[in-house]
């Protein structure tokens, strides 16, 4: 699937809830299924800066593909994370650095996280793209 | 006298507001208070029929704003009974209170001479004498914290000599609402010839001072946690102490004289009040005082600490619930955690249905590091909350629980 089918396919997921306690009920869900993060991996060079709780992730190149693994202190942050390793893992870098990630907004993701956590949000968007740049020639 | 807590609330328009389908429960006070009407009143007022620059012009306006400006400063006086309106600086808050005594108290410091803090100090009144730490050699010793969030007074008294050039410590734990015995800790600084600076950030909005009865040597506080505007505060000082520390800052106002060779400089207040100040600010915070002063503070310490009562007899029923700092001495503030929960998913779940608290290290991670926790959850309640506001708490909390679990 391309990043616009999967983020299709997220918006159509949110749609079906009315209010956010149920949306985050969702998110929250996604969290918990999230599997966890490989014990070597993680580290303090992986925890992202500029979130509130601590969120580690580990990008690896398999292929073409970037295959993203993510973990968090805090099950909201995790089930984010767990909506944004689903969009961008194992796509291609140059799809991860041109994507817009329009579904955040489509969703009302942003609007509804505290500054804070929408700081969270930001870097984390940040730091995949960043790997992604990183294994785009290796 | 008496406290009509509905009547008081009617007064605070923001209480009003509603977060998404919810009405607001605001439940962040020790962060900041929010604003009566009538300070938010005297906002608008001064900049529709007073705005002038202070202490300078001969013309009509400049004399009204200064005029009102300096009447702030006496009802503050007044309130925290000061002995002279000059004793009451005014700052931006407390921080830069407290920046201001490390600056100007600091010059006069030498290497090995100490200060004292505490293990419950904010961020605030840590960082600045960690400079002169850093610049001028001092010594910096921490009174050490017990269990229940009170602090080790005999460590304390283990710890003054006659190398104690200061005491600096906060009247209440703004993490976890323990009210310190300072009268004590005062008088046993004294008696080793130490100064003593109380940081009384989170204690009057909850409560009267008296800073003659206490017989500190400096007070800071900010405005804007007792129902003032931020970007505004109070350093009070004794005047033959103020007296004796070189200016903070220089411009405009603090000076006598001015030549190239030699500046002299003004007197108290105004040694210590260069440049253009906050003068909405200082105005407004004094009508938050005069605001304050018409209300019966022993009913309002009565009614925030039922509500204390009620909300911790509530929380301790939530399973795996733990709260910090349970000393028996507290104001109304509550810091917990939930076994297994990050507090900030429960923060951004009470977000989602109202309720403002806030999560995290609250400006104090040494209290932090002490417990071994990321964070707590605090709540702390001001005046205008009610039974009401601890019921929506409890039910948006068991909520969150019970989706997070
Ligand atoms: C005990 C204490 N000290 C200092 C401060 C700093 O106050 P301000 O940020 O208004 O300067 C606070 C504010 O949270 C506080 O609670």
Redesign the pocket.
């Known amino acids: 699937m391309t990043i616009e089918e999967k983020e299709k396919e997220l918006i159509a997921d949110f749609s079906i809830y009315e209010d956010w306690m149920e949306k985050y009920e969702y998110i929250i869900e996604l969290g918990k299924d999230l599997p966890i993060l490989k014990p070597e991996h993680k580290t303090k060079e992986n925890i992202i800066v500029g979130c509130q709780s601590q969120v580690w992730l580990f990008a690896e190149k398999k292929g073409d593909k970037v295959i993203f693994t993510a973990e968090a202190d805090a099950i909201i942050a995790k089930g984010i994370i767990a909506l944004l390793v689903d969009v961008l893992s194992n796509q291609t870098p140059e799809a991860i650095l041109n994507t817009e990630l329009n579904f955040i907004k489509e969703i009302g993701l942003q609007e509804h996280l505290s500054p804070t956590r929408s700081n969270g949000l930001v870097a984390m968007v940040k730091q995949m793209k960043l790997y992604a740049l990183a294994l785009k020639n290796s | 006298m008496s406290f009509d807590v509905a009547a008081v609330r009617s007064e605070f328009p923001i209480l009003k507001e509603k977060i998404g389908k919810y009405p607001l429960v605001y439940l962040d006070n020790?962060?900041?208070t929010q604003k009566p009407q009538i300070v938010i009143d005297a906002i608008c007022n001064y900049y529709t029929h007073q705005n002038a620059n202070i202490h300078r012009g001969v013309h009509h306006l400049s004399q009204v704003s200064t005029e009102a400006y300096e009447t702030a400063r006496t009802t503050i006086q007044k309130a925290i009974n000061a002995t002279h309106n000059h004793e009451c600086i005014f700052t931006?808050?407390?921080?830069?209170?407290?920046n201001l005594i490390a600056h100007s108290f600091g010059k006069g410091l030498e290497k090995g001479d100490e200060i004292i803090i505490s293990a419950l100090?904010?961020?605030?009144?840590i960082v600045p004498w960690q400079f002169l730490v850093e610049e001028k050699g001092v010594l910096l010793k921490v009174i050490p914290m017990l269990q229940d969030g009170s602090l080790d007074f005999d460590a304390f008294l283990a710890l003054l000599s006659a190398k104690t050039k200061l005491l600096s410590i906060?009247?209440?734990?703004?993490a976890l609402g323990i009210i310190n015995p300072i009268e004590k800790y005062i008088e046993a600084a004294h008696k080793v010839g130490a100064k003593v600076l109380i940081?009384a950030?989170?204690s009057l909005q909850h409560f009267a001072i008296d800073v003659q009865a206490l017989d500190c040597d400096f007070m800071?506080f900010?405005g804007?946690?007792i129902f003032g505007p931020?970007g505004v505060?109070i350093l009070y000082g004794k005047e033959v102490e103020l007296n004796a520390l070189p200016p903070y800052q220089g411009g405009g106002d603090m000076i006598k004289t001015v030549t190239f060779e030699k500046t002299t400089y003004n007197e108290l207040p105004h040694k210590f009040e260069a440049g253009t100040p906050n003068i909405v600010g200082g105005i407004a915070l004094g009508t938050a005082f005069e605001w304050r002063n018409k209300l019966d503070l022993k009913a309002v310490e009565a009614h925030e600490n039922e509500l204390l009562a009620i909300t911790t007899e509530a929380l301790l029923k939530i399973d795996g619930l733990k709260i910090y700092g349970d000393a028996p001495n507290k104001s109304s503030v509550i810091s917990f955690l939930i076994d297994g929960l990050h507090p900030y998913d429960i923060g951004t779940l009470l977000n989602q249905q109202g309720v403002a608290v806030r999560t995290g290290h609250?400006?104090t991670q040494p209290i932090m590091d002490y417990y071994h926790i990321p964070g707590t959850i605090r709540v702390s309640f001001s005046l205008y909350n009610t039974k009401s506001d601890v019921e929506s708490l409890i039910t948006a909390l068991k909520k969150a629980v019970k989706m997070l679990k």
């Open positions: 020790g962060a900041t931006k808050g407390t921080t830069d209170g407290i100090e904010h961020h605030s009144n906060t009247h209440i734990s703004n940081d950030a989170q800071v900010s804007h946690k931020t505060g609250h400006c």
